[in-house]
């Protein structure tokens, strides 16, 4: 493709490098051992992909475009592996909820369904696999609550009282 077609000022634009999830400044960057585990697997892969794009010599700016990002994404990522502070779930107290606990909430109402999810790591986080970050409102909530105990959750513009119901850790 001849240069007539394509824009000067694409080459110019510095790269937008996708952030890591929001860790509150100040805050340990707890991370269950799956967690560090995964960490690490996308190092390796990030590692992988920039030797592949330092390889690629067909096209010098999506070159320079793509190893920027990668850069940027490889120190971001080795930030956070530097502050990570391992957490094993199955050191915490078994009758109270703390961080990598798997907690079950039912509506003291009766009225809603039971809410289960597991406290991980900001970067473990993932609302499909029912992982939620321990800075969440909702793992806040019920972070040192005790086997039966009730708290209040804000749930949008309400707030709703839930018992835990169970609290489990590691694999059972």
């Excluded at 890591?20 to 960490?39: F, H, K, S």
């Excluded at 009758?95 to 039971?114: K, Q």
Aim: charged share 25%; proline share 8%.
């Amino acid at each position: 493709m001849s240069r007539a077609f394509t824009k000067e000022d694409d080459s110019l634009e510095a790269p937008i490098i996708p952030p890591r999830p929001a860790l509150p400044p100040g805050t340990p960057n707890y991370v269950t051992p799956e967690g560090l585990e995964l960490l690490r697997q996308e190092l390796t892969t990030l590692e992988a992909e920039r030797t592949l794009a330092e390889a690629n010599r067909e096209n010098e700016a999506d070159r320079t475009r793509r190893l920027t990002v990668l850069n940027g994404q490889l120190s971001a990522l080795n930030a956070r592996l530097a502050s990570a502070k391992v957490v094993d779930p199955r050191s915490q107290p078994a009758g109270e909820v703390r961080f990598g606990a798997t907690v079950t909430l039912r509506p003291v109402a009766g009225v809603g369904a039971e809410r289960r999810f597991t406290i991980v790591g900001v970067d473990e986080a993932s609302v499909a696999a029912g992982k939620v970050a321990f800075v969440a409102p909702i793992a806040r909530a019920v972070q040192g609550a005790k086997l039966g105990q009730r708290v209040q959750v804000r749930l949008g513009p309400r707030a709703e009282e839930l018992e835990v119901a169970a609290i489990r850790y590691g694999e059972e």
